[in-house]
């Protein structure tokens, strides 16, 4: 069968791409964490601990942008070739992990604040949806194009097609539990990271590639 013109026998290029929005995405969230101001008879030391939040939010979002870029490399080996539109639902993936420092840093602001909490926790869950969502609509554009590698277990892309929309699921419950309890939404989004922590699923193969 002719390869499509578009179509791309590396993905060297469009890695090295991502790698750089990963790298940004993930140094801004450091820049979000400011150097505190002791007030009135506050030590320095309470201070800092006084940044908890920003702490809290700076880890999860730095790991769970950590582990998206782990598995992106993975992820691409996955696909024989690329074209235009796969191209583009990852420009579209890379846009959702750039807006990531954005709720955390809401996050980080009004964690610590009862009459805010609910909202800074649900937008937070919503921004941690995005990429999961991009992620399974780059999956499923690539699968629907029949882009995936030659010989590819059966089996396994069944798995990883529900292990994604399972995540996506998640996240979706994450926004609306904390509707209802802050704590909950947060506690559910961190699950998702945690589990992802784990090993990774090797691929398997039915056939030898060429």
Same mark, same amino acid.
């Given at each position: 069968?002719? #390869?499509?013109?578009?179509?791309?026998? !590396?993905?060297?290029?469009?890695? &090295?791409?991502?790698?750089?929005?990963?790298?940004? &995405?993930?140094?801004?969230? %450091? =820049? #979000?964490?400011?150097?505190?101001?002791?007030?009135? *008879?506050?030590?320095?030391? #309470?201070?800092?601990?006084?940044?908890?939040?920003?702490?809290? &939010?700076?880890?999860? !979002?730095?790991?769970?942008?950590? %582990?998206?870029?782990?598995?992106?490399?993975?992820?691409?080996?996955?696909?024989?070739?690329? +074209?235009?539109?796969?191209?583009?639902?990852?420009?579209?993936?890379?846009?959702? =992990?750039?807006?990531?420092?954005?709720?955390?840093?809401? $996050?980080?602001?009004? $964690?610590?604040?009862?009459?805010?909490?609910? *909202?800074?926790?649900?937008?937070?869950?919503?921004?941690?949806?995005?990429? &999961?969502?991009?992620?399974?609509?780059?999956?499923?554009?690539?699968?629907?194009? +029949?882009?995936? /590698? *030659?010989?590819?277990?059966?089996?396994?892309?069944?798995?990883?097609?529900?292990?994604?929309?399972?995540?996506?699921?998640?996240?979706?419950? /994450?926004?609306?539990?904390?509707?209802?309890?802050?704590?909950?939404?947060? /506690?559910?989004?961190?699950? %998702?990271?945690?589990?992802?922590?784990?090993?990774?699923? #090797?691929?398997?193969?039915?056939?030898?590639?060429?």
């Amino acid at each position: 069968m002719a #390869e499509d013109p578009e179509a791309h026998s !590396s993905t060297h290029r469009v890695e &090295a791409f991502s790698d750089g929005v990963f790298a940004i &995405a993930i140094t801004l969230l %450091i =820049i #979000e964490i400011a150097v505190p101001h002791v007030e009135g *008879d506050q030590s320095l030391g #309470e201070a800092i601990s006084d940044l908890w939040p920003s702490y809290f &939010a700076y880890a999860l !979002s730095f790991i769970t942008i950590g %582990i998206y870029w782990a598995n992106h490399h993975s992820f691409f080996q996955l696909f024989r070739r690329l +074209d235009h539109f796969f191209l583009m639902f990852n420009v579209l993936f890379l846009m959702c =992990i750039s807006f990531l420092p954005f709720p955390t840093a809401v $996050l980080a602001d009004y $964690l610590d604040n009862s009459d805010q909490r609910g *909202d800074a926790v649900t937008f937070y869950c919503f921004g941690l949806l995005l990429p &999961a969502t991009a992620w399974l609509a780059l999956w499923t554009y690539g699968r629907w194009r +029949d882009l995936l /590698a *030659d010989g590819l277990d059966p089996a396994y892309v069944r798995f990883a097609t529900w292990q994604y929309i399972g995540s996506s699921g998640v996240y979706i419950l /994450a926004v609306v539990a904390s509707l209802i309890n802050p704590w909950a939404g947060i /506690a559910m989004a961190a699950s %998702i990271t945690g589990a992802y922590l784990l090993p990774p699923r #090797e691929p398997k193969y039915i056939e030898h590639q060429h």
